[in-house]
């Protein structure tokens, strides 16, 4: 989602004398600007989160329907370069709404392990930090420039959740669908981390640029919102391989 936006925004950046209209009379975003938009996304979905665990876990078809209008409420965003912080927060929270219902038939569904919500959420820090020191590296930076091989695998991710909710809604896995499979279930749950890990790399890899370039300010909420979903993304993936091997 970020790589998208940032290319839009250096495209704008090299448009000859557009370019000095925009860097002289627009403020450039910041790295205190992504901060606070960052954790503005993310307190959104914890808060939604607790509404999600109360109300929508206890109902398939509305914890499917939420997830149908999660997909469609993202490929809308993705398509409104800058998107506003109503539209950042929103999303947001209907990402939190999603994430709330998740952990409750993650934890509780299962194996009535709330404790797997601690471990899962150290993990996604430890992760999250461990995604800021590989970006410093070579490595890391070409990594989170490889924008087109991520939305191909993405794509195919993505082909695989549809399949898997298919799956689970008839008790493969004991519910969990693929990842419930004794064996390529494990190998599912690290494919997801690893691919969660590389969408926050790509997505830092996205703010440094667009800081770099001079993007305009209001890019900040775009980038944002990418990195709050990335790490809420990182997560569920976490939180859905503890419970599997906690079965």
Known sequence: MANQ?????EKALKDGPARTSMTTT???????????ATAAC????????VPGWLF????????????????AAGFYVARRSPVSPGLALGYSALLGLMMGAFTHMATTGYNDNVALITQAVLGTVAGA??????????FGKRASRAGKLFIGVMIG????????????????GGGWGFYGVSGIGLVLCAVGVALACWSLLVDIGAAANAIAAGAPRSWSWSLGMALASSIVWLYLELLRLLAILNR
């Open 5 to 9: 936006m940032l290319a839009e925004v």
């Open 26 to 36: 627009t403020e450039t975003v910041q790295l205190p600007d992504v901060i606070v």
């Open 42 to 49: 993310l307190g959104i979905a914890i808060v939604a989160a």
């Open 56 to 71: 929508l876990s206890g109902s398939i078809v509305l914890y499917l329907g939420l997830i149908v209008v999660l997909m």
């Open 129 to 138: 930090v461990a995604m800021l020191l590989v970006y410093s590296t070579p």
């Open 157 to 172: 991710y993505f082909l695989l959740g549809i399949a898997n909710i298919v799956a689970a809604l008839f008790g493969v």
